[in-house]
Every structure is written in C-alpha cells, then in structure tokens.
C-alpha cells in the first residue's frame, strides 16, 4: 500500500505562483505514472498533468488549460512529486490531487486546496 501526501496548497492572488508537493511513503520510482488532477468547485475532477517514469524517460503531458504555466517533476530520490504552478488565476481554484500507478496498484492522496483571488 503506497500512501501519498500533497501539501503546498494555499491562498494566492492571480499572476502569482505555489509548487505543490506529494510525498510517497514507499518508492516513487516504482511508479509507472504520477499524474495531478483537481476538482474545481462545484464542477467534476479534471486531469491536469502526468510524467512517467525514469526508465520511460520521465516524459511529461499537460492539459491545454495549464500547459505553459505548469510543470511536473518528480524527484525519486525523495520520493516525492511536484507541481510547480505559475500564472495563476482564478479559474485554476480547486481541489488538487496526486495519484500514482504502479505495479501494486492506483493510488490517490486527500488532496491540497489552491485558492487563486483576482
């Protein structure tokens, strides 16, 4: 069982940035893909950003609504992913969660709130 832990989550204003966190408790390099989703209010959770493992090269995909702004990384040395968010603004409000697959499983964390004002 692989438990994942986002923080970083806060309260910003729009044109600002946050680098959120998801910590593994066992090897993140076993997983085959990390993504990010977020679940606006009110609306469904939407995906948001994925990078794969080092042996498939840690390739990275975006939704349009955040590439150019966004950047997932993953560091498996700790453990531990992230997401660096830039530009923000206030339609980027939600709910955002890890979730990682591996050999063992589908895995999610409880999620970090991101509030963007204008």
């Known amino acids: 069982q692989v438990h994942l832990t986002e923080s970083g989550g806060g309260l910003v204003q729009a044109g600002e940035s946050l680098r959120l966190s998801c910590a593994a408790s066992?090897?993140?390099?076993?997983?085959?893909?990390v993504h990010w989703h977020r679940q606006p209010p009110g609306k469904q959770r939407e995906w948001v950003a994925a990078?794969?493992?080092?042996?498939?090269?840690?390739?990275?995909t975006y939704s349009d609504s955040v590439r150019g702004r966004f950047t997932i990384s993953r560091d498996n040395a700790k453990n531990t992913a992230y997401l660096q968010m830039t530009l923000l603004n206030p339609e980027d409000t939600a709910v955002y969660f890890c979730?990682?697959?591996?050999?063992?499983?589908?895995?999610w964390g409880q999620g970090t709130q991101v509030t963007v004002s204008a």
């Open positions: 990078i794969t493992s080092a042996t498939s090269g840690n390739l990275t």
């Open positions: 066992l090897r993140l390099a076993n997983m085959y893909v």
């Open positions: 979730n990682a697959v591996g050999p063992g499983g589908d895995y």
